[in-house]
């Protein structure tokens, strides 16, 4: 992104004295900056499904811990009624044994049903151990799972609180910079200067009665007092990602002036602050991306000059840097 940030800038710096294919090409690059931009919002929205969606994943999980837990004391209570009837059975073959053994001396017939019996009782002794083997095996069985879910489930939740902490943190900082923001350009309210904040991001917007005069890239001198004002504010917080944008009304710009139209117009003037914030602070450009709207994004789509008005402004776009949250969905 940073290096998208350092190309878009260096292709608004030399537009003015391109050729038309070159500026064609330019154009499309810029397009794909602004592609790149939109799909990092989506990508916002992509994170915020995925955050309530490992919610719903440790709740089923929990669930599932539960019914092991339930499983193993119905086993527990299956092994313990297991046991109760293989020491039944114990007693009743220590029985046969005996009355076996006091009749060895008595008649044949009786002798070979009560070998039949003990046959049986051993039999029957024998399925009840291997049941309650069986079931043992099972017991431990699920003691694995259940240690299994209970890592899995203290691993994600750590993840979770990681996660939670930090947007809780991207969002305390972005309420204490437009609060910043605000309190530094105070004295510009009512003249062309809103701070608002929306998805995550700051907005400082500021209409070109602030800034330019008709069909001019320069910036005059209040709207430079206002500029190097919140470059100090910039300055302060390296964290926090800038982009510029010019926009333009959809008045076709004026023949015969080396600023081809309103795209060109809306770059230079986008590129004529970003001078103005790296002069008047140390900022790393590397934070910076510039790009030009032209009148292709109106806040006010109606045909009046006071929309015309509105329309006419720099966007000043501050969020803040996203890094440490794509590693943490990285582990996810």
Known sequence: MRKISIFAALIATALSCVPATQFREVDKKRDAIQENRDEIFAENERLTVENREMKAMINQVEEQREKFVEDS?????????????INTLTRKYNDLQESHDALLRGNARETRRLLSELQTAQEDLA?????????????????????????????????????EDMLNRKDQLMNELRQTVADAL????GQGLTVTQKNGKVY????????????????DSEGQRALRQLAAVLAQN????????GHTDDVPFRQGSSIKDNWDLSVLRATSIVRILLDAQRIDPKRITVAGRGEYLPVDPADTPEARARNRRTEIILSPDLDELYRILDLQ
């Open 73 to 85: 004391i119905r086993l527990y209570r299956e092994i313990d009624k297991a046991k109760s009837e």
């Open 186 to 189: 105070l004295g510009f309210e």
């Open 127 to 163: 399925r009840k151990q291997q049941t309650l083997e069986d079931l043992q095996g099972n017991v431990s069985e699920q003691r694995q799972a259940v240690t299994r879910l209970r890592a899995e489930i203290e691993a994600r939740n750590a993840r979770l609180m990681e996660l």
């Open 238 to 245: 390296p964290d926090i990602d800038i982009m510029i944008e």
């Open 204 to 219: 400082v917007s500021l209409q070109n009665k602030l800034l330019f005069g008709s069909g001019s890239t320069v910036v």
